[in-house]
Each structure stands twice: as C-alpha cells, then as structure tokens.
C-alpha cells in the first residue's frame, strides 16, 4: 500500500517578462544538453558493461515493439516514472513539453483538440490526431484519461498507413496502468494554488487477481476539485467558479491460453461547473473594453461608458471577465472498448471496438461580453460514436515485413443552440426552448497497410 502527497505552488507569470524568456532559453538549453546526454547513454549501453540502471524505452505506435532510438518516426516517449515526477494529470501540460503539438481549449470545460506540425483541430474540424487507450481506438481526447498510466507516445506527422482514417495530423498512444498478478493499491492526495484558487485531488488504484493466470482486473476512482482560472466579480448567487469531476475506470485482462489476450476498459466522467460557461470570451484589448460606450437606440443618445453604467466603475483585471448572466455546465461521458489480440503461427490478429457518448448541456452564454443586462445562451449536446478496427500483423523479419487492416467510425449527434433574453418586468431571463432541435451524423471506413524491406 502507497500513499503519494502532492502539494505545489504557482504564481501567473507576467507573458511579457524578460526573465520569463531568459529562463525558457535556459531550459532548452539544459534540455537540449540532456538529450544528446540521453542519446549517448542509451547507445552505450550495451558495450558498457558498467551501465545498469540505463531504462530502455519502447515504441508501441509502429505497431511492433521498437527500441526508441530504432524507431523511423517522429516519436516521443513519456515513462511512468517522468509522468509521475513532471506531474502530468491533463494534455494541456504536455503541449509545454513537446515541439510542434498544441492543445486548442476554448474553455476549462470544454473538449481538447490538438493541433500537431500546424495541421488543426477543433470543435468545427473532425480530429485528425487519432487517440488510442491500450491499444483501442477513440476520437475524442480527454484530460482524465492521463491518471493512473504507464506511458504516453505522441507521434508527430502522418500515421494512416498504421492506423487508417482522421490520423494524418498524428497520434497519441495512452497505455493504461495494467492490473499484475498480485493485489496493489496506491492512493494520491494532491493540492495546488495560484493567486488565490485553489484545487485539490484524490486518485486512487486497487487491483490485482480474478482468476489465478488467466483473469486480473483493476478500478481507479478520481475526484477533483479547482477553482476557476477566470474569475467573474459580476456572478450571480455564487463568489468563485469552480470544476468538479469524478471519474472511475475500470480495467480486465483475460488470457486464457497463451496465444489469446482479451483486454476491456471502460470509463465514466461527470463533470459538474457552477459560475462556468462551455466556451468563456474575454476581450483582448481591457483598456477599449473598459472604455466602450453604450449608445441608446431609443434616445439616440450615449449614455455612457460601460465601466460607469454596468461594471460599478471599476476597470477588469487580469484573468477576469463580467458577466451578470447566470452560469451552469454539466457533462456526462461514458466509453467502453474491447480489444482481443491472436498470436498466429504467421504473425497476429488485431480486433478492437469502442463506443463513446456524450451528454452536455451548458447554459449562461453572454454575447455582449459584460455585466449588461441583455440576453443569455444556452447549449446542449448529445453525441454517441461508434469505432472498429481489424488489423493483421505479420512475424518480426529483418528482411520483410507488413500489416494491413480496416478501420470504421460512425458518430451520430444532436445539439440545441438557443437564446433567452432579458426581461425587465420579470427582472429575469426567459426560458430557452424555442429552438428546434438539430441532428448530424458522419461515417467513414479506410483500408491501410505497410510493408518494410530490409536492405
């Protein structure tokens, strides 16, 4: 039984700081250093009978466990044990980690979209950096899934003859913590703060033995806690914005002989966001915002500045937006994958299924951007996906090798958009409900393959 105890502190740094710059410049330095370090050490290891404790890391993206310093694409490997001391718990933190690749989050709560050597994402483009959890295929990135792993591969460029369909921009390759032939448990208390938020976490991991040799299972529970990063003096009924998000998943693997290897996962998140809106917007330009000017259509007069008529005359600060509208988001997520994998005489048969729904609805759009009593929007969204893939691999060769499979998506999804305006009689906002529902699907199949020749 292990008990980890987390605690850190963090101050917003100024973006336009010298030293800040000063600072990173070093940091690559140091970094670029330590991998040409890395890289000797690793092609050392095994004439230098003096080196142990060298890890040797492998790559799983090809399909074929590689040695990192063997594989032919552009790959990086994140261990365990450098998750674990980098404390990477969301795929916004590896984006400070790794070149070309960034995280697109129009919000704290909504869905993550990564863009790799400039080829985008986004909540408008389908994701073309394919997503994989223990060999299982998925669309849709998540921050939770990041607890409880052993590795994380990001691999930077094209990867459809490998993976097939929506993967030309990459692809992240997440390996679960797998459950081991005898009973462990870890709990992880976390606590961080900046400025004055505050966030705190609690993992935990239990697993071990169903069915002695033939049937291991785990569960990881996660609750979270944070406050908002943005912060709105103007809410109303609540002082701070915050996130809460419970998260279990659940692991089994079954091999019954050994030629056959039957793996299943599935996750559940609810994320409940009081004081937050999916999608928050913050003007660029404070000292225009603080200075604009409400013109009255019934007067044909100005009135005033905004800073003087709705925010109380104070001027926004940084990390802060107004808004008098009231805020709430919810989002369910459910997924389940199976995959079975069957040693050949000739090689291996890959099959692998996933389905995934979402259930989010958010209300509290302010598309004026300020305290000005004048509309509110709402969003809703529920979405189910579908993905197959088989894939077969031949036998480890130095003079040939090859793979070839088929892959499958379908997505059907519904959303709402609607708009409640102000009323001063009622001194409230009318109900939504007066927009039709909308409804979209999408289906796509691909055939892929690779072969590789030894000269």
């Known amino acids: 039984m292990r008990i980890y105890l987390l605690t850190s502190q963090n101050t917003m740094p100024n973006k336009n700081s010298k030293k800040t710059a000063l600072k990173k410049a070093i940091k690559i330095a140091l970094g670029c250093c330590f991998s040409l370090f890395a890289s000797d050490s690793l092609l050392a290891q095994d004439s230098d009978p003096n080196l142990q404790d060298v890890e040797v890391v492998t790559v799983k993206g090809q399909k074929r466990d590689t040695l990192l310093q063997n594989a032919d694409v552009a790959v990086t490997v994140f261990t365990s044990e450098y998750i674990e001391n980098s404390r990477i718990r969301g795929l916004r933190r590896i ?103 505050n966030a705190y976490g609690v993992s935990s991991f239990l697993g071990g033995p169903i069915i002695d040799q033939q049937l291991k299972g785990s569960i990881v529970l996660n609750y979270s806690k944070e406050d908002a990063f943005l912060q709105n003096p103007f809410a109303p009924n609540i002082s701070t914005a915050e996130i809460r998000e419970s998260f279990v998943q659940g692991n089994l693997i079954y091999t019954p002989n050994d030629t056959l290897t039957v793996r299943s996962t599935f996750y559940i998140i609810e994320t409940d966001a009081p004081g937050l809106y999916e999608s928050e917007f913050v003007p660029l330009d404070r000292s225009a915002f603080d200075d604009n000017i409400f013109f009255n259509p019934f007067t044909q007069t100005v009135e005033g500045s905004f800073r003087e008529l709705f925010h109380e005359g104070r001027n926004i600060g940084d990390f802060e937006f107004f808004s008098d509208v009231p805020k709430q988001t919810n989002e369910q997520d459910i997924v389940f994958g199976l995959g079975i994998e069957q040693a050949l005489d000739f090689g291996s048969l890959d099959l692998a299924f996933s389905y995934a729904k979402l259930d989010e609805d958010s209300t509290g759009l302010d598309t004026d951007i300020s305290a000005f009593r004048f509309q509110s929007g709402f969003a809703a969204d529920f979405k189910e996906t579908w ?52 409804f979209a699907f999408a289906e796509d199949y691909a055939i892929f393959g690779s072969t590789t020749f030894g000269l």
Not at 98 to 110: A, C, E, H, I, K
Not at 140 to 155: A, T
């Open 95 to 197: 984006d400070d980690l790794l070149p070309n690749v960034q995280f697109n989050q129009s919000g704290q709560t909504s869905s993550v979209f990564a863009t790799i050597r400039g080829i985008e994402s986004s909540q408008d483009i389908v994701n073309r950096a394919g997503l994989y959890i223990d060999g299982i295929p998925f669309r849709e990135l998540n921050n939770s899934v990041l607890d409880q792993i052993e590795s994380i591969e990001v691999l930077r460029g094209p990867q459809s003859t490998l993976y097939g369909a929506n993967t030309e921009a990459g692809l992240f390759i997440v390996t679960s913590r797998k459950p081991q032939d005898y009973f462990e448990a870890d709990i992880r208390l976390t606590n961080s703060y900046f400025n004055d938020e």
């Open 387 to 438: 993905s197959g893939e088989a894939t077969f691999t031949s036998l480890d060769s130095d003079r040939f090798e090859y793979l070839f499979g088929i892959s499958w998506y379908k997505e059907d999804r519904s959303f709402t958009r609607d708009i409640s305006f102000f009323n001063p009689i009622t001194n409230d906002y009318d109900g939504f409900g007066n927009v039709p529902e909308l």
